[in-house]
C-alpha cells in the first residue's frame, strides 16, 4: 500500500492559512472596535469576511479570473508545445522564430503586452474587446514560458524512446504523441499548475484593460468602505478555494502519468474511475481473454509470416543488398565503402572491435541515419531514398518508408516505451502505424509475449520486469510488425551474466524459425552456435567473412586473431 | 367679448414667436433636450458612448455600498446627468486608473471621467471639458495626536499620499520650506493607491495622509485636520478632436451648473462647492 505523508495536503493547507488568517485579522479587529468585546470583535470580523467571501459580485471577479485562465492556458499550452518543437528542430528558421519569440515575450513586462493588444492595435484597425484582449495576452505570454518547460519536459524523456519510435516507423508526430509526451508529462505538470495558479491570480494585471476580476473588484470595495483587510482576506479565500482545485487536478492528473499506475494495490485513479463510467462495448481485462491455442514455439512465425509478401520477385534470393556503404560523422570515417548481402533466410552475425562501425551499419540499414555514400537495399528496395542520376536523396517522408520496409530492429539498452506497459509496447506500432484492429493486435500481442515466456507480465510496466525480461518484450515488439528482417545491436550487452541466456534462447528460436537477421554481438559462442555467417569488421570494413567454423576456427587475418583472442580471455 | 379674447390670444401667440424666433441659441443653451439629440449633435445620434471610470477612489468614483453593480461618485453622477441632458445613451467601462487614459487615446472608450487632473502634458493626448477643481486635505488619526493645523506642522513628520499625485508634491514643496527655515524634513511617503495610503495612517506607520478634501475617509478612525486648495482644475478627458462629443458636454455641464444640479452633487458627496470651475473646453 503507498503511505504519503503529504496525505491530503491541501486540507492542511486551508486550515493552516485559515488559522493564520484569523490570529491576524481577529487582532486587527480588537484594535478597530475596542468597544466590543473579545469574543463580539472576532465574531463580527469573521461574518463580514463570510459576507465578502460569498458576495456575487466578488464571485463574479473569480469566475471572470478562472474562465480567462482556462482559455488562455489551453491556447498557451498549445502554442507553447509548437514553440517548444521549433525550437528543438532542425529547421534553423524555425528554431531561430521560437527562440526570438521567447526572448522577447518572456523579456517585456505582461502588463505592457496587454496595453498594447488593447490601446495600441486600434491604430491599424484592430480592435478587441478586455476579454478578447485578456485571454489572447495571457495566452502569447504563457506561451513564451510554457515552451521552455515543455521544452525541458521534452529533453527530460531519454533520447532511445526517440529511436526506437523511429524504428518502428512512427512519424515524428506520431512519436512525439505517443511517446515522447505522455513521458514528459510528469516532469511538465508541476510547471503548468504553477502557471495555471499564477494566470487565476494575475489576471490582475488585466484591469488596465478594463478586465474586472477578482483583485480589481475588491479593491473597488475597498475604496468604498477602507476595510481592507476584511475584504482581501475574503479575496484571499476565494483565490484559495481557487488554487486549491487546481492543486487537486495537478495531484489527479500526476497519479494518472505516475509510473506506478499498473501495481495492482493502487487505487484506480481518477480517470480510470471515469472511463470505468462509460465502458466501451467488448473492453474484456485482457489478461482473462482466451488467447486461443498457442502455437509452437518453433513455427510460430507462421502465425503472422503471411504478412510480408517479398516487395521485387521470388526469384532474388537476396533480402539485404548493401554496395560501397560509406558514413563519417564529421572528420571520423565509420564506414569506408562496405559490401554486405544477406540472403532471405540467412543469419549474418556480426563481430569486431568497439567503434568498428557495426551499430552504425545497423542504423544506416533501417535508414535511422542518411548514407554518405553507396546504397542500400531491403528486399531489392530502398529505405527512404529515392535514386536521383548516380546519387541517393532521401525522401521527404521517412517514417512512412521505415514502415512499408518492415524492419525490425532490437537495441542494446532494450528502449522499450516506459510508460506503456509490456503488452501495450508490443501493440503499438500495429495499431498506430499499420492501423491493426486493436482487438486482433491484442491478441496477437498476447501470442507475440507468450512465444518469448512472458505472456504473465503483459500489464507490467518495464521498469518492474528484469533486464532479460525487456529484451524479450522487445523482441516481441519488434516482432509485431511482422519483419521481413530483424537487426540486433548488442542485444546482451547490458544484461547481467545469468539473464543472457533467456535472451539468446529467443533470438536462437528465431533463427530455426526462419527469420532473417543481422546480429551485431560479442558473444561469440552464441555466433558459433546460431550464425549461417559470421563477418568481421574492422575499421569500417569487412576484414573477414565465412562459416563460423572458418572465421572462428581457423581464422585467415591477424586483425581477427587478435580480436578473438581477447573477447575469449575476456 | 370674444373679439377681445381672440386679441389677447393672438398678442400672447405673438410675443411667444418672437421669444422664440428671436433668440434661438439662449432656448438651447438654457435646457436640457434630449429629444432633440439629433439635430443639436449629429454626430452622437444613435451612438452608444463608452466611460471610462475606475469605481476605486471614492469620492470621485466608486461602487455603491449597498449594491457593488451600481457605480456611483462625484464624477459618475455628474456624467449621468450630463448623458441624461445630452440624450445620449452611455455605459461605464470600469477599468484601473492607469489603463483609462491609454483607452481614451486608443479610441476603446470615448470619454475618460475620473478626477483627471488638467496638466498641459496630458492635454497633448486628449482634449479636456474643465469643471471643477481639486481640493486636498490633511487627514490625520482621531483625536489629531500630533496637533497638525496647517502644512507647516508637518515639518519633522512622516506623510503619505499617492504616487504620482500632486499632494507629493506639495509635501516636497512644504519639505523644501520646512528645510528652509531650519525645521526638519517631512518624510514623504508614496503609496500605490487611496486606500493602502489610509491604511498607512490607520496602521500608524505615518502621522498624516495628504488626499481628496472629504468629510472623513473612516470617521471611527480618522478626522481631517486642515483642507486647502491646489487650483489645480479638472475636466472630463475627449478624444482628440472629438468636436461634436466636446460641445455636447460642454453645453450639458454650463446648463446643470446654472440650474443648481452641480452644487447638489458637491452636497453629495461632501466636497466643497466653491471647487467648482466654470465650463471651459481646453485642448491644451
New interface residues.
Given amino acids: 500500500m503507498h503511505v504519503s505523508i503529504f496525505h491530503r495536503p491541501a486540507y492542511f493547507a486551508v486550515i493552516a492559512t485559515l488559522s493564520v488568517l484569523s490570529v491576524f485579522g481577529i487582532r486587527i479587529a480588537y484594535a478597530?472596535?475596542a468597544d466590543l468585546s473579545r469574543l463580539e470583535a472576532t465574531g463580527v470580523w469573521l461574518q463580514n469576511v463570510g459576507h465578502y467571501a460569498t458576495?456575487p459580485?466578488l464571485l463574479r471577479g473569480a469566475y471572470l479570473a478562472i474562465e480567462i485562465s482556462v482559455l488562455a492556458l489551453s491556447g498557451g499550452l498549445m502554442l507553447g508545445l509548437l514553440l517548444a518543437v521549433m525550437r528543438l528542430s532542425r529547421l534553423k528558421a524555425a528554431r531561430g522564430f521560437a527562440w526570438g519569440y521567447v526572448w522577447f515575450v518572456r523579456g517585456t513586462p505582461l502588463l505592457l503586452q496587454l496595453?498594447f493588444l488593447?490601446?495600441?492595435l486600434?491604430?491599424i484597425g484592430i480592435?478587441l474587446d478586455?476579454f478578447t484582449t485578456a485571454v489572447l495576452g495571457f495566452a502569447l505570454n504563457e506561451a513564451a514560458f510554457s515552451a521552455e518547460f515543455i521544452r525541458g519536459g521534452l529533453l527530460s524523456v531519454n533520447r532511445n524512446q526517440t529511436v526506437a519510435a523511429a524504428s518502428l516507423g512512427m512519424s515524428p508526430f506520431l512519436s512525439l504523441r505517443r511517446i515522447i509526451l505522455p513521458q514528459a508529462m510528469r516532469a511538465i505538470l508541476p510547471a503548468v499548475a504553477n502557471s495555471a495558479v499564477s494566470m487565476i491570480k494575475g489576471t490582475s494585471v488585466a484591469?488596465?484593460?478594463?478586465?474586472?476580476e477578482l483583485t480589481?473588484?475588491s479593491?473597488?470595495?475597498?475604496?468604498?468602505?477602507?476595510q481592507?483587510f476584511t475584504v482581501l482576506t475574503a479575496a484571499g479565500l476565494i483565490y484559495l478555494a481557487m488554487t486549491t482545485v487546481v492543486g487537486s487536478a495537478q495531484a489527479a492528473l500526476e497519479r494518472h502519468y505516475s509510473l506506478d499506475r499498473d501495481a495492482s494495490s493502487q487505487k484506480p485513479s481518477v480517470f480510470a474511475r471515469l472511463r470505468n463510467l462509460f465502458p466501451r462495448r467488448a473492453a474484456a481485462p485482457v489478461c482473462t481473454e482466451p488467447v486461443g491455442p498457442l502455437p509452437a514455439v518453433n513455427n510460430w512465425l507462421e502465425d503472422f509470416g503471411a504478412a510480408f509478401p517479398p516487395l521485387v520477385n521470388d526469384k532474388d534470393t537476396r533480402c539485404l543488398v548493401c554496395t560501397n556503404v560509406q558514413k563519417s560523422y564529421g572528420d571520423k570515417e565509420i564506414l569506408r565503402g562496405l559490401d554486405l548481402t544477406v540472403e532471405r533466410g540467412e543469419v549474418v552475425v556480426i563481430i569486431g572491435p568497439s567503434g568498428s562501425g557495426k551499430s552504425t551499419l545497423l542504423r544506416l540499414i533501417n535508414h535511422l541515419e542518411h548514407l554518405d555514400w553507396g546504397e542500400i537495399k531491403v528486399d531489392g528496395a530502398y529505405v527512404g531514398y529515392e535514386k536521383i542520376g548516380n546519387g541517393l536523396k532521401p525522401q521527404r517522408d521517412l517514417a512512412k518508408a521505415r514502415a512499408a520496409a518492415r524492419i525490425g530492429m532490437v537495441f542494446q539498452h532494450f528502449n522499450l516505451f516506459d510508460h506503456l506497459t509490456a503488452l501495450e509496447n508490443v501493440i503499438e506500432t500495429p495499431v498506430h502505424v499499420y492501423g491493426e484492429n486493436p482487438e486482433k493486435a491484442r491478441a496477437r500481442g498476447m501470442r507475440l509475449l507468450d512465444s518469448v515466456g512472458l505472456s504473465n507480465h503483459a500489464n507490467l510496466l518495464p521498469h518492474r520486469l528484469s533486464g532479460g525480461q525487456q529484451q524479450r518484450v522487445a523482441i516481441a515488439r519488434a516482432l509485431a510488425i511482422s519483419p521481413r528482417l530483424m537487426l540486433f545491436d548488442e542485444p546482451t550487452s547490458a544484461l547481467d551474466p545469468e539473464l543472457v541466456d533467456e535472451v539468446l534462447g529467443t533470438i536462437r528460436s528465431l533463427a530455426l524459425g526462419g527469420m532473417t537477421m543481422v546480429v551485431v554481438t560479442h558473444e561469440i559462442r552464441f555466433a558459433r552456435e546460431v550464425a549461417d555467417r559470421i563477418v568481421f569488421i574492422d575499421e569500417g570494413e569487412i576484414v573477414e567473412q565465412g562459416t563460423p567454423e572458418k572465421v572462428l576456427g581457423s581464422p585467415e587475418h591477424d586483425r581477427t586473431r587478435r580480436f578473438l583472442r581477447i573477447v575469449e580471455h575476456a | 367679448m370674444n373679439l377681445r379674447l381672440l386679441a389677447s390670444i393672438g398678442a400672447c401667440a405673438v410675443v411667444l414667436g418672437i421669444l422664440v424666433s428671436g433668440s434661438p441659441a439662449l432656448a438651447q443653451a438654457a435646457k436640457c433636450e434630449p429629444q432633440k439629440v439629433a439635430t443639436k449633435y449629429p454626430g452622437l445620434a444613435g451612438k452608444t458612448l463608452k466611460v471610462?471610470v475606475?469605481?476605486?477612489?471614492?469620492p470621485t468614483s466608486?461602487?455603491?455600498?449597498n449594491d457593488?453593480?451600481k457605480i456611483t461618485g462625484f464624477d459618475p453622477e455628474f456624467a449621468k446627468a450630463v448623458f441624461a441632458c445630452i440624450g445620449v445613451p452611455f455605459e461605464f467601462?470600469?477599468?484601473?486608473w492607469?489603463?483609462l487614459m491609454?483607452?481614451l487615446?486608443?479610441?476603446?472608450t470615448d470619454v475618460m471621467w475620473d478626477g483627471l487632473y488638467y496638466t498641459p502634458e496630458r492635454a497633448k493626448s486628449v482634449d479636456y471639458v474643465l469643471y471643477t477643481s481639486a481640493g486636498s486635505a490633511i487627514v490625520v488619526p482621531k483625536g489629531n495626536p500630533k496637533k497638525i493645523h496647517s502644512l507647516d506642522d508637518l515639518c519633522g513628520l512622516k506623510s503619505v499620499s499617492q504616487i504620482g499625485s500632486t499632494e507629493i508634491a506639495t509635501m516636497q514643496k512644504t519639505s523644501d520650506a520646512c528645510v528652509a527655515a531650519h525645521k526638519p524634513e517631512v518624510t514623504i511617503v508614496a503609496s500605490q493607491?487611496?486606500?493602502?495610503g489610509?491604511?498607512q495612517l490607520t496602521t500608524g506607520r505615518v502621522d498624516a495622509y495628504l488626499g481628496i478634501a472629504i468629510a472623513a475617509?473612516?470617521p471611527?478612525?480618522t478626522e481631517i485636520a486642515y483642507t486647502y486648495s491646489t487650483g489645480i482644475k479638472i475636466g472630463v478627458g475627449v478624444g482628440k478632436g472629438n468636436k461634436v462629443l466636446e460641445e455636447a458636454i460642454y453645453d450639458s455641464i454650463k446648463i446643470l451648473q446654472a440650474d443648481g444640479t452641480a452644487k447638489k452633487f458637491y452636497g453629495m458627496f461632501n466636497l466643497d462647492p466653491a471647487l467648482d470651475v466654470p465650463a471651459q473646453i481646453a485642448l491644451q
Fill in positions: 478597530a472596535d458576495m459580485f496595453v488593447y490601446d495600441a486600434p491604430a480592435k478586455s484591469s488596465v484593460i478594463f478586465v474586472n480589481f473588484r479593491e473597488q470595495i475597498v475604496a468604498q468602505n477602507f481592507f | 471610462g475606475s469605481a476605486a477612489d471614492k466608486f461602487r455603491d455600498e457593488p453593480n467601462s470600469v477599468g484601473g492607469s489603463g491609454p483607452a487615446v486608443a479610441g476603446q493607491d487611496r486606500p493602502s489610509i491604511l475617509y473612516d471611527a478612525l
